[in-house]
């Protein structure tokens, strides 16, 4: 069993930057593949960036560029978010994929809440213009 916290969300202007976390806890096994996701009011919930169990990363076209996942030592999630923009606003979640097949969740697929089996309770962001 895996829990999951994140933290880090806030309010920031546009061109600001915001560090997210997601503290592990139970299943601390450091090789599940993760991620972040975001929920604005009213839109589906959408990947942002995924690390697999190799350490390979991949992103969202929206986001490219801006964002960078990562993780430490202590199994500790982070996503940095740089020059943020009022688009990023929404509630972000980190999600692993703790199922017999994460071992071949590839970061080369696309990012789907479907694929992951534990998530957080989210962190709010707002960027205003």
């Known amino acids: 069993q895996v829990q999951l916290v994140e933290s880090g969300g806030g309010s920031v202007e546009a061109g600001g930057s915001l560090r997210l976390s997601c503290v592990t806890s139970?299943?601390?096994?450091?090789?599940?593949?993760k991620a972040w996701f975001r929920q604005a009011p009213g839109k589906e919930r959408e990947g942002v960036a995924i690390i697999d169990s190799y350490g390979r990363t991949n992103y969202a076209e929206s986001v490219k560029g801006r964002f960078t996942i990562s993780k430490d030592a202590k199994n500790t999630l982070y996503l940095q978010m740089n020059s943020l923009k009022s688009e990023d606003t929404a509630m972000y979640y980190c999600?692993?994929?703790?199922?017999?097949?994460?071992?071949?969740?590839?970061?080369?697929?696309?990012?789907?809440?479907?694929?992951?089996?534990?998530w957080g309770q989210g962190t709010q962001v707002t960027v205003s213009s």
């Open positions: 139970g299943n601390t096994y450091s090789r599940y593949c």
């Open positions: 999600a692993a994929d703790t199922s017999p097949r994460y071992i071949a969740h590839s970061a080369y697929v696309p990012i789907l809440p479907r694929d992951f089996d534990s």
